[in-house]
């Protein structure tokens, strides 16, 4: 056992080195590939966040619901987020209450002023397409644009062109088709200006869903005002803007007319039409993990802490290896007590897993030496006992014809003869015991006719319950199937009326039956004998038991009979019971497979 606890710590001992060994130089080697993912998966979490809440202020005119997507952000990307006005007021906040905010501002979110730090490919004027403000469709006008640009697909692709349709944010449709040399060509709405729009020739006509509608038209007459209004006094003159937020003037421009001018008062008039249909700018707050510093983690810190790992291993190794040594010891001991003999030797375990189950195992085992040792040393007794009667009377009688004093006469020679046929009889039995427990009782089956078989046990044993004034009979239902070994059966049959033959008194009867019963067949032999003890009914199939203690041999046979019955059973792959009513009835059943 010393040994095995040596051999125990050095190994953890070995494992927890190579394992500190190994987790510093994965560690060390991978920091920085580490810090370099991390950073990249924060960016982009972070752009994902902030378009998210860009989306809703464009579609929302304040954060009052936006509580929900801030958990719901915060969640998905494992991150804190939180959202305050310019004046610092907490509009929402995935953290708890009166958590300190991030030191510092993630990002500004204003629809209006997209902030292009965290959305690069934003549009020139900063404004973020998912604000439509007054130009966003009914749902009426949605579904007459999406029938007519349908149809203009389907027209155009009878001409073999290529067709794609897609909804913009207002809820209007587009057709985008392949124009010459592939380049896509997109019919876009007509533009909203005083001359009329110009009608749409060929075999398609996309003039119905490219025509403003009344909501898009009172859009463009308030977003014009505002624009004429910018520019008053510029000196430009004559023009509108368009669904595509374009200006189209009337006229051709002289040179040098200010383009910037137009540009800025279009963003202007643009911001100032879709400021009441967003949510006002707010700041954002993102808590992300604790970055690297790069520093290099000092030796003595890595050397200090290995140390500690090695002892608190060798520590837990200590304990876990004396409490598997203590059960081992104590298995060893318990072991060499059965060597020399002592088969009630147990073991006392208090731990659970494998010892235990080991200790259980060796209990079980050392149970069973013990009721072995138990049923050996009853046996050989029972067997000496069955055996000394006969050879008794064999010697007695023998010595007495030797001495003179007794005669070889027919009825003496008889008797001999009848004890020898028992002692016969005592060891086929015993023989046949032997043979089923070591499994070599063989049995030759074959299809077996029940009602023949049963009429040859009835037939064998009448004679016997004539001279007893019993009656025999013999009953089968039906036609049941049995494969089984006839001999053998005959034997187990046999054995069962030999039984109730000698417990049936006078004027009584004995019933062979056999019947059908799903997959088995059931035969049964029914007394109407003394019957069996509720206490003793669980004992009838032991080997050498009798009820009549005395072993009187009026009363009961070798008390091998039955144990023989139970054994050819269990050795067809079936079962034998007893039931009984003391005074009334006794039932013997063997249930046996119709196809062992």
Known sequence: MRSLFVRLLTSSAVVAVCSISATAWLAASSTSGAIEREQGQTLASDAQINNALLGYAARHPDWSGVAATVRDLAARHSRRVALTTEQGTVIADSAAADTPLPSRVSAVVDPLTVDVTLVPGAAKDRIDPRAVGPFLLPERDRARLTKAAAAYATCLRRTGQTVQTTVSATGRTFVTTTGEGGVPAEAKPAEASPAPAPEVTGPCDATIFTTPTRTEKAALKQLNTLVGRCLKGTGVEGGSVGLDFTWVPERSRPAGEPDQAISACVVSARKQQLDPYVAPAAYLYIGSPAEATGQRIPLPSIAGAALLVLILTVGVSVMAARRLVGPVNALTHATRRMRDGDTSARVQVRTTGEISELATAFNEMSAHLERMEQQRKAMVSDVSHELRTPLSNLRGWMEAAQDGVAELDPALIASLVEE?????????????????????????????????????????????????????????????????????????VGNLVANSLRHTPAGGRITLSARQDGDHVLVEVTDTGSGIDADDLPHVFDRFWRADKSRNRLTGGSGLGLAIVRDLAEAHGGTASAVSVPGVRTTFTLRLPSRP
């Not at 009889?425 to 043979?435: K, M, N």
């Not at 427990?437 to 023949?452: M, W």
């Not at 049995?482 to 053998?488: K, S, Y």
């Open 420 to 492: 020898i046929l028992l002692l016969q009889h005592i060891v086929d039995d015993l023989q046949d015991l032997a043979l089923a427990d070591a499994g070599k009782l063989r049995l030759h089956l074959e299809p077996v006719h029940l009602g023949d078989l049963l009429d040859q046990v009835a037939t064998a044993h009448r004679s016997r319950a004539e001279a007893a004034g019993l009656t025999l009979t013999t009953e089968v239902t039906g036609a049941p199937g049995l494969t089984a070994a006839p001999v053998r059966l005959r034997q187990a």
